[in-house]
């Protein structure tokens, strides 16, 4: 495995900036802002900051190690390890643990890059959102709609049948049913991965 990520992959730069971006708006966050609820329910702002720098802190033996003694069930470790790394991190050596590894070449299994930049996406929005922070750029979402596919959708628990979604603010649109909601790429990503409610009747 590659010790960067590869520059090459626009994908790649992509996931690079976004970490970046996401870096920079934590690092001016008050510690009551860091302590407050996010959109993943039960956790606050540093616990999604633990859970997307897990990858970076802790090998993939301890992972799957952690993964069993859950039994198997990954979000059960997920919110183990959070809860036990916000315990013994300060905010600083979580921020810390984002900004050292802005070019790290982790990707989740069979997420390939564009999972990585899902991840980084979605769980930012997990914590801008609810504090009113500035949001990804359309055209960045944009490559975390395209990979949104059945896998995808059956991960977030999200039918489509019917419904066709189009952006307002870039070119990407998902489903081709005849009932058309139109919204912000943003807007769209936070309904399909379950953070907002669709619009009555979608």
Known sequence: MPRQLDTTDPIAR???AERL???DLYAALSPDQWAAPSLCAGWRVREVVAHVTLPYRHSAFRVLRGIAAARGDFHRFSDRI???DTARLSDAELLAALRDNVAHPWRPPGGGQAGALSHDVIHGLDVT???GLPRPP????RHVLDAAGPRALAHFGTDLAGVCLVATDTDVSLGAGPQVVELPAVDLLLRITGR??????G
């Open 82 to 84: 959070a809860r036990t």
């Open 21 to 23: 971006r996401l870096a």
């Open 196 to 201: 907002a409610p669709f619009p009555e009747g």
């Open 129 to 131: 959102d609810p504090l």
């Open 138 to 141: 359309a055209d960045r979402v």
């Open 14 to 16: 992509e996931t690079a």
